[in-house]
């Protein structure tokens, strides 16, 4: 059974730096795309960034490029994502998602996800 545990989250001020964890359970985790998303209240689920199985591509959504970096080690089972120069709108409460087939940019193409990880950033 896949399961997926964030954890990394927190409360910062603008400017900030934060490195969310994902540890993978219960399946074989390097055959898997990989990809992180948030959801803020009263909006839409958006895909923040994803990388491949190898980790030889790698995409990130206009607003966070520069400042996140989506990284897995496939030897720990573990997706990682680095974000610096956090923004206030950067809060909002983040997921990690798997899938063996897709590996694209719609939250509808992921069957497994983890209970998120709450990020809050101050101006």
């Known amino acids: 059974q896949v399961q997926l545990v964030e954890s990394g989250g927190g409360s910062v001020q603008a400017g900030g730096s934060l490195r969310l964890s994902c540890a993978a359970f219960?399946?074989?985790?390097?055959?898997?795309?990989m990809g992180w998303f948030r959801q803020a209240p009263g909006k839409e689920r958006e895909g923040v960034a994803r990388?491949?199985?190898?980790?030889?591509?790698?995409y990130y959504v206009d607003s966070v490029k520069g400042r996140f970096t989506i990284s897995r080690d496939n030897a720990k089972n573990t997706l990682y994502l680095q974000m610096n120069s956090l923004k206030p709108e950067d809060t909002a409460m983040y997921y990690c998602?798997?899938?063996?087939?897709?590996?694209?940019?719609?939250?509808?193409?992921?069957?497994?996800w983890g209970q998120g990880t709450q990020v809050t950033v101050s101006s």
């Open positions: 219960g399946y074989f985790y390097s055959n898997y795309c």
């Open positions: 998602a798997t899938d063996v087939i897709y590996c694209g940019g719609s939250h509808l193409g992921y069957n497994y």
């Open positions: 990388i491949n199985t190898d980790s030889s591509s790698t």
